[in-house]
């Protein structure tokens, strides 16, 4: 007993410091993506996890002029995100007829930098259920903190 004390009290601290160490993945603040399109994301809900925020896109599918539109999202809360947090949002197009829906994840790369790896779900309007099979598009997009 008396030589398992040092040894729990050495343990404890060597998990709290490794706590302390590890870097945690943080959606709120400015993201910019491959694209060139640039994102803002504001206080996450500690308790939801529920976010809005918004998005400046760098390219468009219609002829529209390019305007800034709002994103409504959730982080998870599940206590097993381990610092690098599942989430989702959807951003409604404010100068065209479609919606996008984000899903990804954050992440801490190998040298401490926060990264949104995604992928997106972008749902145009069709004026007929026969031009439905055309009306979604599919891809990634990888985010980072923009400096
Ligand atoms: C539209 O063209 O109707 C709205 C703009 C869509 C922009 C898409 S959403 C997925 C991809 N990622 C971006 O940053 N922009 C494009």
Not at 47 to 59: E, Q
Not at 103 to 109: K, P
């Amino acid at each position: 007993m008396v030589q398992a004390t040092p040894f729990f009290l050495v343990l404890f601290l060597a998990l709290g410091a490794h706590s302390l160490a590890v870097k945690k993945c943080s959606l709120a603040g400015h993201w910019v993506n491959d694209l060139g399109s640039n994102m803002t994301i504001q206080t996450v809900n500690a308790k939801t996890g529920i976010f809005a925020g918004s998005y400046h896109t760098a390219v468009t599918a219609t002829t529209q002029e390019i305007k800034v539109s709002p994103l409504q999202g959730a982080m998870q809360k599940s206590p097993n995100q381990k610092g690098q947090p599942t989430f989702g949002f959807t951003v409604n197009w404010s100068f065209s007829d479609s919606i996008t829906v984000f899903t990804g994840q954050c992440f801490v790369d190998d040298d401490g930098n926060e990264v949104l790896k995604t992928m997106w779900l972008l749902r145009s309007h069709v004026t007929d259920i026969k031009n439905d099979w055309k009306a979604t598009r599919v891809g990634i997009n990888v985010f980072t903190r923009q400096q």
